[in-house]
């Protein structure tokens, strides 16, 4: 392995790593959020879950592409 | 490959990593809103849903284009 | 492809990456807040919803105006 | 290409990223309370507008300063 | 053991230490409303615990994505 | 051209770019105040409106220093 | 012992350090709103227990990845 | 010109982007005050706004001080 | 003693120093939740104070483990 | 001119620059209170902005030490 | 002494620096909200002191576990 | 001039800079509050301005010690 | 004097520095709820002030560590 | 005067500096909470500014510790 291998290594690392960091946060938000409607109004929780995981997919969608990217450039690796 | 390749690969990841940030916590900071929206005016869930998707679409199209220029320069490593 | 092209692939990963953080959380602010008032006044859902997508659609310029700087630093990288 | 038009190519994306940052999230702040007024007095909701608009063209005038710098370097880069 | 190999381990390091910041605090963040709430409605303690535990696992993902790139990572070190 | 415009352009950018946030951000401050005044007393639109335009003048000042450091930069680059 | 051996030992320190910052913090949040619950909702004190401990079991399999790394590393150091 | 007006130009820019960001932001906090304290005390806005004026001149003072040592600075870039 | 031993200690150092932080943080929070609640239920203290000593062992787990690496790590230093 | 010109130049810049940034930020939340004051109690007006303004000198003066040490090292720059 | 010492002094630091940020931050907000409940439910002051004490002891270890790393690192530099 | 003495001159930049920080925030928050205490209880003027000094002065002293130690630097500087 | 010497002074003034930050932050919010609680209990004076310093003795501790290991290496500066 | 002299007078800078940033922010804090308290019980004056003085005296300690570890590294520039 040489040099070069171990940068693309970095860069994998970095754009797996900060593409977690967004995501996980804005998830939170949204959970906090859906959890909090349902305890107050409980005939709600079928449609909120649903929106909720809407949503969560929306912003898993944004790491999914980061770990596209990042077996993209493990490929590049050799 | 050569350190120009190693170079370009951190600059891919780094375009990719930052570009779901900002998406990432905008979508949650507007879907947390819209759930809350929801558990309080349980009849306007759809209406709701409607705008929460054309909002998540704007942000979505934010990190598209970080994607579009990510693998414009995976196309230079070559 | 050289040294330079590399210095410049790593400049348009900084311009389109940080070009999306602000207007993210700008658009997920103004969303959060049409959303909020959509719950509390159906009857401005219309109105509201054209609104945001004037603000969002300035706040989206921003990031175009980045997009278009990458696209010519890449054209420069050739 | 030389080592120089590299560097004036990240003074570029230096100038042109971080000039997006504080007027897209002052338009969001500024967007948000917009929305939340009309919400409360629908009947203002056309003085709003005007003058929200007024205050995007004086944020967005920050970027554009931005994008000129952006341009009159790109002309130096040859 | 050659230094690429120390460049991998950080890069190992980096991307398993960053990955776990963002779904950690998106999971308290969660499981703090799903508390709060639990102790207002008693009665959808159930409801609300089943829901947690799919947005937990949502974010879960995101680190054991990084995971999966720390192994595939370690794996290259040899 | 030489590495003293290199480093000169990095300046310029520097200059423009920072000059940017701090008004950006008081002006969104400043004006989501004063369209909240509004929607509380539509009587004040014309007033608000007018103290609004004086403090962002105040503001737009700030970044229009910037830009003439910038230019008088620029001019130094030859 | 080698120069790599001592990178190494920072990639160990590195991912052990970081990878307790988010889940303490998370831990935190939902430890506090399971006391403030249960000074509210005395009777609700087991159920709020048992939630609280699976909640924190996710959060610290987060700090468990990174320990397990961590070893891993350590064995590569020789 | 030589690398020392190079530097003197990065120090230039420096000391006028820095010195815009404080004053900025302390204007827009005083002038959202201001324009929140004319929508509720309508009979107040000209003490108001003389009061706003007179604080934000203190603040652009501080700036003008910046501007000053930029202006001596660029005198000894020659 | 080589340079080797000096760079472990900085991991050491670096394990340890961090480690802290968020566990700290985290009981803190906890803490004051307990205390808050225990000056509003008064007949709650003992159930309180159990689950912040449970809660407090999580956390401090946390930063046990990172100790744990800095003496694994003071081990190899020789 | 020499290097260590150069460096004085990048002092100067640094201590005029930083020392803006904290009496702007004071000054600012200090006017804030004054205007929010003088809007509720308006016949202590005088009083205010009298307590005011001895407050903005004694932040001003913490910037003019910033501007006394810039010109002591200006005069050092020969 | 040699360099090699040099290196471990600053891995002291480090430690026995970063190790009194967190437990400190805890303290002080456990301290404030142990004192506001005195102030509220005057009768259980001996128990909150109590609590309090236990609580700053658990994060006061913390510290002292940086301490005794601190120490173990100077044995080192001889 | 020789390079020591330019490395003083950051040193001297420095200390006075960031002495600055500190204190001109304190001293902002406590100004505000005195204000703020003013418009509710016209009659404690006095006795909340003799306050509000004796505070300003302890935090005046902070950035007076970095002063003085500026000033030691300085003459260290020859 | 030499190199070895001036890196511990840096190590001494990192410790001493860092080590004021967090005792200090967590004192003023301490004794900030203790002054609250006093002006809301005046009878409870004696019994908070008592707390307060108990607390602030915990916290001032931790300063002291970092000045006791601040002595240590001035020791080893020779 | 030699380079090692020069890095000593950097971290006189540092202590020195950074020892104010803690000690004024935590002062700043309880001076407000003090001023505040006397609005409201005019009465407590006395006994607040007493506590007031005891407390900032803690605090003003912490920057002491930092002015003598600055003049002891001072005296050993020479």
Do not use: C, N
Request: proline residues 3%; glycine residues 12%.
């Amino acid at each position: 392995m040489d040099l070069t291998s171990a940068i693309i290594a970095l860069a994998v690392a970095l754009v797996m790593g900060i593409a977690t960091i967004g995501p996980a946060l804005g998830q939170g938000t949204a959970a906090a959020k859906a959890l909090e409607g349902m305890s107050r109004q409980p005939e709600m929780s079928g449609e909120l879950r649903t929106t909720l995981i809407i949503a969560m997919a929306f912003m898993e969608a944004l790491t999914i592409y980061g770990l596209l990217i990042a077996f993209l450039l493990l490929g590049k690796m050799g």
